[in-house]
């Protein structure tokens, strides 16, 4: 974020004392990003918009300085209380877990369709001058080898990414129909501190330091490029200050390892064995990879800072030393939804 502001191009975020609003900060990559903007700008005004749902804990954000609204980007008068005043606006709320949204994808329709489309038409009315829709690169669909660009097609192939692929339709809706100056970001798998313990690389790194198996769908051999959450907030703020509105960016690192081998790598760096690795029955309608082109991004300045083995180290060392924090999440409503979606997983033999 420090090279970006350097910039004499940017996008009026040099005035002092502006209000951004983020939305879904109590989340995972949204808490990492407030956290970055208060470090590399202090004189600006933070606002978080966040419903806490299962998946937003506002332990993310202690200590940091924000005003904290809890309420729905798909409730307008929420939405509108929220945008008021604020001259940029970075939306991540979400509802974020593939596995979840092949349970029950209702709650993704309804954040991260018609929310998106709520809180960008309440930005349209309050004058927002930059909205960055946050987006994944899980709506092109599984690349097979191919590295996809921003010119190709969509082709969401789970419930979740269908909805984040309407999330985008309804931006560049509103951009065109009411002129909201708004850039999407479609990112790829992200790692680091704070992530729910739902998503692969907490859930084994915890399995692993509780000694219980590690449940690697299918093979283990589907590719993901795991980018570290500081590289993601760095991508975004790169898009809010110079990104072109009604443009899409890709955000991509280059660190595609297929699942047994992360599987192995966490192993490796607690020291314990690898027969604590279960395969299980796979996703369905498991993506195979996604490899994306992001010389979009790099042509604004940004380029990512971690490689494959400093993302998942630091990564799974900041799990070890943190389960003060991940600890009460594991309890409660997640064991539910562990049983529901491992308990017949882990007790039926290897697919
Ligand atoms: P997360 O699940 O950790 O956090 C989502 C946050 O949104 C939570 O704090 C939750 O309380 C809040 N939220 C959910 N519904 C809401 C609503 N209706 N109104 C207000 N707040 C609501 O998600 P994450 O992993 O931090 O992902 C953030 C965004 O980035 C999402 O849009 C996701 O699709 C996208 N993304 C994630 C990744 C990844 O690997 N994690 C990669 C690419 C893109
Ligand atoms: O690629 C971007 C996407 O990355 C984001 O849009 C999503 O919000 C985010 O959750 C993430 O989706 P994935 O499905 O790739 O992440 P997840 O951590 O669930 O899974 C990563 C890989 O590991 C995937 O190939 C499935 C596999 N996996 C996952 C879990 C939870 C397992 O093998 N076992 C598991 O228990």
Sequence with gaps: MTDTAQSAERHRTD????????????????????RAVRRDRPEWQVRVLDCLTYAGDRRRLAGVDVDFIEGDIADPEAARGAVD????VVNFA????????????????????????????????AGVEKFVQVSTDEVYGESRGRAFTERD??????????????????????????????????GVNTVGPWQH???????????????RPLPVYGRGEQRRDRLHVQDHCSAIFTVLERG?????YNI????????????????????????????????????WDYILDSTRLRELGWAPRYDFQTTLDSTVDWYAANEGWWGPLVEGEFREYYATQYGDRLRKSPP
């Design 15 to 34: 005035e002092p004392g502006l209000t951004i609003l983020v939305t879904g900060a109590a989340g995972f990559i949204g808490s990492n990003f407030v």
């Design 244 to 248: 072109q509105p009604g443009e899409v």
């Design 153 to 186: 097609l969509l082709n969401p192939r789970s419930p979740y990414s269908a909805s984040k692929a309407g999330g985008e339709m309804q931006a560049f809706a509103v951009g065109v129909s009411f002129g909201l100056p708004v850039c999407v970001t479609r």
């Design 197 to 211: 313990p739902e998503k692969a690389v907490p859930l084994f790194t915890i399995n692993a330091l509780r000694d």
């Design 94 to 125: 979400a509802e974020s877990h593939v596995d979840r949204s092949l349970l029950d994808a209702s709650d993704f329709m309804r954040t991260n369709v018609a929310g998106a489309y709520t809180i960008m038409r309440a930005a349209v009315d």
């Design 85 to 88: 005043g604020a001259s940029l």
């Design 252 to 287: 991509s690192a280059g660190n595609n390892r297929d699942n047994l081998t992360v599987a192995r790598a966490i192993c490796a760096r607690l020291g314990k064995p690898e027969s604590l690795i279960q395969f299980v029955q796979d996703r369905p309608g498991h993506d």
